[in-house]
């Protein structure tokens, strides 16, 4: 077990324990974030609306990275929100190296510009590949599978809003059950998306048994900085699979952001957990557990489990049940943290 | 330039595409007056002092504590603490000890020897500082500090008034006292001991002093005839409590006491009876133990070394060795009135506890000072109806605690000053309080408060020795870090790292933040993900 904040070894910081910083925390152990220096790589000016959990994941990601590899990173993006909001023509917000090619590829350009690193015998630079969860679950998952499978040495991020927001929030293999989206009317006698499919890439990518795969979330934004950078130390395929709310796909206000993805760790929907070689080798504990209805609540994407002439408590218990699972599966309450 | 194929424009950088356009709601970054600052009545900044004691800092914390009140060993063990009721951190898990941070700041300047230095440049004005109780060494202290030359006179032999004469010695021990009145005294300010003013103006026209500053305090005990056949004796609790430190009379309680009275002062009665050897102290309140004015801590801690709560009690007469009471019920309007029935108490003391009147006869021909329900009449401006003599502490309508007095004498110091310069002070406008609901929990650790050492109950029972000890530093510091910092940036970077739009400016430690309102697209992410409240959410205006 790691800390609970893997940055702060002494805890004697009351206030500010879980913020980013705090004045009594050595300048070294001090998160990338909170340096006036950080990279920036995701800068001002982009197209992202309000509130948006990805725009803010990415700059966590690419500025951890960056800093582990002293500036020497590229970035490969598959198409999505991520690619479109940040690079219309001809501006960019990225202040990294970065390429784009298509929606279903980014394992394999990554692969591609790591091989052509290494013919060149360059050891510094290192490659990230970036896409949301339908570039990554759905398109281009045949590709990860592949850099997976062949060990490339390529740190994968997916930043998963569970839907294809780009194109106007359609359903992906990693939307939820019950999720209303453009493909899933909240209509019928199963409204929103099915129960009971879905894909777990974290667990696909654990059973390829490469050195290291992560899930975190804008909700815990220190330990997103501190998997990224250990991931960075790594050399191989590695996974990390970041929760990142969209206010507009799911219907959450611009400032409830992290409050939705906090809910969803809480409530044991999105647990966090670290695997190395295919074992689990970290979870964080849930530091104040919630029912899935209040993280439920506050999306209009959900909204049809609470009419108020008859709420759906049979959809809303299977949601539960599923938070359950993961909390007994990941042993994600008691001590430890 | 030559471009690639199907390229024709020059690669830019969104920096050139100002999404502050798309805002409709800017958030501020605010500063909030916390809880405790707010209802401290001698207006320290405790939050600013436990900002430095959190780094270590005691030298920076004492010294903030003595811009506003030049007695924190004596505030820290004997005022009533009402921050700690308004401390946001009730609602989490349990209030910052505020006291106990105090004392030991308090405690660690009187061991170190640590003294405040008087910056302001002589004024060449007197004023004349009567009594030498909390408000009068308050008064004294700041007038010292703004450069004014003042001087103290005092009634009693010993200096401190009702901090010497009235609390016991287990809530503040008298070296703790001496130590914190010699410290002002070596700032230059000459305290005349057994020294009763008699004509207030004259000796000011005498002496050469500009302006005054009254506060002496409310010593006269409120009497209550009770038919008494003689088997009884009648005693005052602050008689009691004033002739113990005069180290009269302790054996003449008896053994079975009865307190009759509510508050603060017949808790301390109680407790000095249960010293003084009773073996029954018995507190009789005519109302429920609820609607008792004594703090509840202070009487949990007198029930815990034995004193007995008789509530709905009132007394109707001593007789033969017995005093009866009036058994009580509270009607409708919460007022109690007697059921007929009688409670019958064998003892040898009846102890008068219910309160004191202002007794200062020399103030009786100063024309223009007024006087109502045995209080004196002050202004905004602490000033009485005679010009240039000023007033407070328990003198004056108030709640008639130390550390009020306290505040009264650096307010007056202040209003002095202005008028002595031909001006009226103003004081500096607050800030709207930060309350509970402004803050972001989440991002505070639990943290149970740590306990003050106790004295054991059988060494309570039997002196006076401090009953409440001190906190080592490793537990001062903990609970000085267990401060939320309600509605004051306490730089965190949260903000600045929470943007999605990279739009906030980390201006480095101790200069905060700043947003940058060409990019800020107004999602008040930074607003709701600030722990203490310091940014605030304002319609954008076009
Ligand atoms: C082969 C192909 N099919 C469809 C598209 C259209 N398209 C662009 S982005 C996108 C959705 C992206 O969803 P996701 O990967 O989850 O990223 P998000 O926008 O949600 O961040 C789609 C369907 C495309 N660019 N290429
Ligand atoms: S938490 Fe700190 S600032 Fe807030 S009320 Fe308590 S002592 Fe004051
Ligand atoms: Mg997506």
């Given amino acids: 077990m790691t800390d609970l904040n893997p940055q702060q070894k002494v805890k004697f910081y009351q206030k500010g324990t879980y913020t980013t910083s705090n004045r009594l925390v050595d300048a070294r152990a001090r998160l990338v974030q909170a340096s006036m220096d950080r990279n920036n790589s995701l800068t001002c000016g982009h197209r992202a609306c309000q509130g948006c959990g990805e725009a803010l994941g990415a700059r966590y990601a690419i500025d951890a990275a960056m800093r582990a590899s002293h500036n020497q990173t590229i970035a490969v993006n598959a198409t999505g929100c991520l690619e479109v909001f940040t690079t219309p023509y001809p501006e960019t917000s990225w202040q990294i190296p970065w390429v784009h090619s298509l929606f279903g590829n980014a394992p ?103 050195p290291y795969v992560a899930t975190a979330s804008i909700a815990n934004l220190k330990d997103l900085e501190a998997k990224v950078t250990k991931a ?46 295919g074992e689990v080798t970290n979870v964080i504990k849930i530091r104040k557990r919630v029912p899935v209805e209040e993280y439920l609540k506050i999306q209009k994407r959900f909204a049809h489990l609470f009419r108020k002439d008859k709420p759906d408590i049979e959809r809303i218990r299977a949601i539960q049940a599923m938070a359950d699972a993961n909390i007994k599966r990941y042993k994600l309450l008691g001590e430890g943290a | 330039m030559e471009k690639p194929f199907a390229i024709t424009l020059d690669p830019g950088s969104s920096l050139s595409n100002r999404t502050g356009s798309w805002r409709t709601f800017r958030p501020v970054y605010v500063d909030r007056l916390p809880p405790c ?123 401190g008034g009702m901090m010497r004469y009235g609390i016991p010695r287990y809530r503040l021990p008298i070296k703790v006292l001496d130590a914190e009145i010699s410290r002002i005294e070596a700032m230059g300010v000459p305290i005349y001991l057994n020294t009763r003013v008699s004509d207030l103006k004259a000796t000011m026209k005498e002496r050469g002093f ?37 180290g009269g009379m302790p054996a003449e309680i008896g053994k079975r006491v009865v307190i009759v009275g ?28 609820e609607r008792m004015p004594a703090h509840q801590f202070e009487i949990h801690e007198a029930l815990e070394e034995g004193v007995k709560l008789h509530t709905l009690r009132r007394v109707n007469e001593c007789k033969e060795g017995y005093i009866i009471l009036d058994k009580m019920v509270l009607d409708d309007t919460g007022w109690p009135v007697p059921t007929g029935q009688l409670e019958y108490l064998e003892a040898d003391t009846i102890v008068m506890a219910l309160g004191q009147d202002v007794d200062a006869p020399f103030l009786d021909h100063v024309s223009g000072v007024e006087k109502k329900e045995g209080n004196l009449l002050i202004n905004d401006h602490m000033m009485t109806g005679a010009d240039g003599i000023f007033a407070g502490g ?58 003050q050492p106790q004295l054991d109950i059988i060494r ?52 905060r933040f700043s947003f940058k309102y060409d990019y800020c697209k107004g999602c008040s992410l930074c607003v709701k993900e600030c722990p203490c409240g310091a940014i605030l959410t304002i319609t954008e205006s076009t």
Wanted: glycine share 10%.
């Fill in chain 1, 108 to 210: 394999a350009v990554a692969t591609g510009v790591a091989a052509a690193l290494k013919v060149r015998k360059n050891k510094q630079v290192r490659v990230v590949a970036q896409g949301g969860d339908g570039g990554t679950t759905d398109i281009g998952f045949g590709c990860l599978s592949g850099m997976f499978e062949r060990n490339d040495d390529v740190l994968y991020i997916c930043y998963d809003n569970q839907g294809y927001m780009n194109t106007g929030v359609q359903r992906s293999s990693a939307t939820p059950p019950a999720a209303r989206t453009a493909t899933t009317q909240a209509v019928g006698d199963a409204p929103g998306n099915v129960f009971g499919t879905g894909k777990n890439v974290p667990l696909i990518a654990m059973a390829h048994n490469i």
């Fill in chain 2, 37 to 159: 600052n707010a209802t401290c009545p001698a207006g320290e900044n405790i939050q600013h002092w436990l900002y430095h004691a959190e780094e270590g800092d005691y030298r920076g914390a004492w010294d903030e504590i003595m811009r506003n009140n030049p007695m924190p060993a004596i505030m820290g063990r004997a005022c009533y603490h009402t921050c700690e009721n308004a401390c946001n951190r009730n609602n989490l898990d349990a209030t910052v000890g505020i006291h106990a941070v105090e004392r030991f700041l308090g405690d660690l300047a009187i061991e170190k020897g640590w003294f405040v230095k008087v910056d302001a440049p002589p004024t060449g004005k007197n004023v004349m500082v009567i009594g030498s109780g909390p408000g009068g060494l308050s008064a004294a202290y700041h007038l010292t500090l703004l450069g004014h030359k003042a001087a103290i006179f005092e009634a009693m032999p010993h200096a």
């Fill in chain 2, 394 to 451: 328990d003198m004056v309508p108030s709640d008639r605690t130390m550390t009020t007095a306290v505040g009264h004498g650096k307010k007056a110091a202040r209003n002095i000053d202005a008028w002595l310069r031909g001006e009226t002070y103003q004081p500096p406008k607050k800030h709207p309080v930060a309350t509970f609901e402004s803050l972001n929990t989440w991002y505070y650790e639990d943290a149970p408060p740590t306990v």
């Fill in chain 2, 262 to 289: 509510g508050g603060n002062v017949a808790i301390d009665a109680a407790r000095t009876a249960v010293r003084l050897g009773a073996e029954e102290v018995i507190i009789a309140y005519r109302r429920t133990r």
């Fill in chain 2, 460 to 511: 309570r029972q039997s002196g006076f020795a401090e009953v409440l000890g001190n906190l080592d530093e490793a537990n001062a510091l903990f609970e000085a870090r267990r401060c939320l910092s309600c509605g004051n940036c306490f730089e965190c970077d949260n903000c600045y790292s929470i943007c999605p739009d990279n739009a906030i400016t980390k201006l480095g430690p101790g200069r």
């Fill in chain 2, 210 to 246: 500009h302006a005054a500053f009254v506060s002496v305090g409310a010593w006269a005990p409120k009497r209550q005839d009770v038919t008494n056949d003689g088997s009884v004796k009648v005693a005052y609790a602050i008689d009691i409590l004033r002739s113990i430190e005069e």
């Fill in chain 1, 232 to 277: 960075m130390h790594i050399h191989g395929a590695r996974y990390i699979h970041v929760n990142v709310p969209c206010p507009l796909g799911w219907g959450s206000a611009p400032h409830d952001t992290v409050r939705v993805a906090r809910l969803m760790v809480e409530c044991g929907l999105f647990p966090l957990f670290e695997a190395e070689f």
